[in-house]
């Protein structure tokens, strides 16, 4: 495809845009750059405000303040049609009665282009349906017509891509072919793409960035590995994988770490991992995913190497699942507590009533706002 990669656009900057519907504000006033040629993802729930946020980028929404610019082009108050920027959704919306070829040909035809055959033939082998082309739309799988519609949005050559749930409605399997498809589609022609998704597990394959909403807001903003390692409150926490959370108070600081107080124990927590105030006596929720941890039986626990934290409990369930086996532990420390772990050695002894000890590095701790939520 010979897409023109030195004239993308320029970032996607949102200053101040917001939605309001009545007194319902969908979207509060929000700032965000999408760095241009970067794979974006707005990620959250349910009405969390993701696709009016891409709508008024599309230009299909017009916001109730701010500003959207593209590069230095400040294009609020243009209409859709006149942005550089296309949008596909999760409803394909492919002409029936058109072959492929001619599906994707459209938006050149319309513009009054008449020599189409090399531009379709090369966006066709782009989304890997060259041998496709003069098939009707239902003679193609949901995925293949998901890629034709790809086609359709990429023929004009637009600078930015808007994906409204794309892949919402192919199976599982499909969905996860395409979203390596979608990541290598828009590594080769290298414009921006900014990607709708409730499903973190997508959002985090596809995009370099993701920004993660709740209630109109944008909670948190970083890449995949940033977000899971170092979320900045409970809600991120828990929408990109499973946590657990050991309520814990400052007791000191130690170094570049802070020494906390959970229970009758210690926990260090290195500070710049640290969301929540370190002054001695604040509250911490100190987090750390599933996988981190490890298990040892209480027997062995001199085996533990020194500097890690840990807590003392007793399984209450374990479940072989494949990969791994996720036991599930009171915590002796704090009753309710309840740890899924992962990566442990088998050992027949980790069986439900034994006391084990759960041990993980401090690099791997992260401390929440007790008082955030
Ligand atoms: P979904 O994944 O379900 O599409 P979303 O995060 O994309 O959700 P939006 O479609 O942006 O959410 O909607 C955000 C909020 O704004 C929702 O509560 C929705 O009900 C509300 N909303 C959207 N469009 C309108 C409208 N035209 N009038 C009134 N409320 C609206």
Not at 61 to 71: F, K, R, Y
Request: glycine share 10%.
């Amino acid at each position: 495809m010979t897409t023109n990669k030195t004239d993308h656009g320029g970032d996607i900057r949102l200053s101040g845009i917001a939605k309001t519907y009545g007194s319902f504000t969908a979207v509060h006033p929000l700032d965000l750059t999408v760095p241009q040629g970067s794979f974006f993802a707005l990620l959250g729930a349910s009405g969390c405000g993701k696709t009016t946020t891409l709508r008024m980028i599309a230009g299909l929404e017009e916001p109730s303040a701010g500003t959207v610019h593209l590069g230095d082009q400040d294009v609020t108050a243009l209409p859709p049609y006149k942005r550089p920027v296309n949008t596909v959704f999760q409803s394909y919306a492919l002409f029936p009665h058109l072959d492929i070829f001619e599906n994707v040909a459209f938006g050149l035809r319309r513009r009054g282009i008449k020599s189409v055959k090399k531009q379709v033939g090369d966006m066709l082998d782009l989304v890997q349906l060259g041998e496709q082309a003069r098939k009707k739309p239902h003679q193609l799988s949901g995925g293949q017509q998901q890629r034709v519609a790809v086609a359709r949005a990429l023929i004009n050559h637009p600078k930015v891509l808007l994906l409204d749930e794309p892949l919402g409605a192919l199976d599982l399997k499909l969905r996860r072919q395409m979203q390596l498809e979608l990541k290598r589609i828009q590594t080769e022609v290298g414009i921006t793409f900014v990607h709708v998704t409730h499903d973190q597990e997508e959002a985090m394959t596809m995009a370099d960035t993701v920004a993660v909403m709740n209630a109109g807001r944008v909670e948190q903003l970083g890449s995949p590995t940033d977000l899971y390692e170092n979320p900045r409150t409970t809600f991120v926490a828990n929408f990109l994988g499973t946590s657990n959370f050991i309520e814990a108070e400052v007791d000191s600081k130690s170094g570049d770490d802070i020494v906390l107080k959970a229970g009758g124990g210690k926990l260090v927590l290195p500070e710049a991992r640290c969301g929540a105030a370190t002054t001695p006596g604040g509250k911490v929720l100190v987090g750390v995913r599933p996988e981190k941890i490890s298990l040892t039986h209480a027997d062995d626990a001199g085996e533990i190497p020194e500097g890690r934290n840990r807590i003392n409990g007793k399984i209450t369930n374990g479940s072989f699942i494949g990969v791994c086996t996720q036991y599930v532990v009171d915590s002796a420390v704090c009753p309710d507590f309840e740890v899924y772990v992962q990566n442990v050695d088998r050992d027949t002894r980790l069986v439900p009533g034994a006391d084990v000890v759960l041990h993980w590095s401090p690099a791997h701790t992260f401390g929440l706002d007790a008082a955030q939520d």
